[in-house]
């Protein structure tokens, strides 16, 4: 985010004084954000552990950032929170086999290194697998991605997803999707993810549109298991696997 449209957020951000008020205004905001403005946001709310809440909300907003960067947004936060905020950012991370060594050295035990390491190999994997999957859509692959994501109209989601950020609480947001209308692309259950507000909450939003989502590739898929924390991922597979196509 530009320097002029960030003192603007942080203006209204220090207005508000509830963790849950904060949040909304991060959520009406627009535009990305660096690893410096990350933990400049942290400084601005009120409650311990709120660094994870922060980044769980901009996880789709987070510029690319280096180890080292990524280390700075980890030594911002505390100890028990350190490897929960990993995993939501790793993905944003770009230098994950060269740079590492930032990130190791904000773990004690050797086994949370041995996770922190297998967390960011993952992470480069699946850059790797999605920058390939850009490479190959100008081939036979492009048809048929498109043949999977086909979901609802681009204007009628829009409006729903604008419901869903007017929401506060979870129960809220379940509603909104229980009453809507239209089936969902793997890139829309992507995009929903993003207006939850706690950790979890992607698998109660799943479950309440397991029967509406669309056919998707094993790609898309991996799309959206890498949208939720690795603790779920088995059990999110479990309610998308129906839907997959292209597994064998």
């Known amino acids: 985010m530009d320097t002029a449209g960030f003192k603007q957020l942080q203006r209204q951000l220090e207005q508000v004084t509830s963790t849950d008020d904060k949040l909304l205004v991060l959520s009406s905001s627009h535009g990305n954000f660096s690893a410096n403005q990350l ?24 510029c690319p950032m280096t180890c080292a960067e990524a280390a700075d947004v980890l030594e911002a ?3 028990s ?10 993905r944003s991370v770009t230098d994950a086999s060269s740079g590492f060594k930032h990130i190791e050295d904000q773990f004690n035990s050797r086994s949370e290194k041995s996770m922190a390491k297998e967390m960011m ?17 100008g081939g ?12 609802m109209d681009e204007r009628s989601f829009s409006q729903l997803e604008q419901k869903l950020k007017s929401a506060l609480f979870i129960e809220d947001k379940l509603a909104v999707l229980s009453q809507s209308k239209g089936s969902f692309s793997a890139d829309q259950v992507y995009r929903v993810f993003q207006t939850l507000p706690q950790v979890h909450d992607e698998i109660k939003a799943l479950r309440a549109l397991q029967e509406r989502l669309c056919p998707m590739s094993c790609a898309e898929a ?9 603790s779920d991922k088995l059990k999110v597979l479990d309610i998308i696997a129906r839907s997959v196509g292209g597994v064998l």
């Open 81 to 90: 929170d350190k490897m929960q905020i990993l995993e939501i950012i790793s």
């Open 121 to 137: 190999s993952r992470a480069s994997e699946n850059l790797t697998a999605k920058a390939k999957e850009r490479d190959d859509l």
């Open 39 to 62: 933990v400049f946001l942290f400084q601005l709310f009120p409650q311990i552990h709120d660094e994870v809440k922060v980044t769980q909300r901009l996880k789709s907003r987070l």
């Open 77 to 79: 936060v505390s100890y």
């Open 140 to 151: 036979p692959a492009a048809s048929s991605r498109a043949q999977h994501t086909v979901g």
């Open 222 to 230: 991996v799309c959206v298991l890498e949208a939720v924390p690795y």
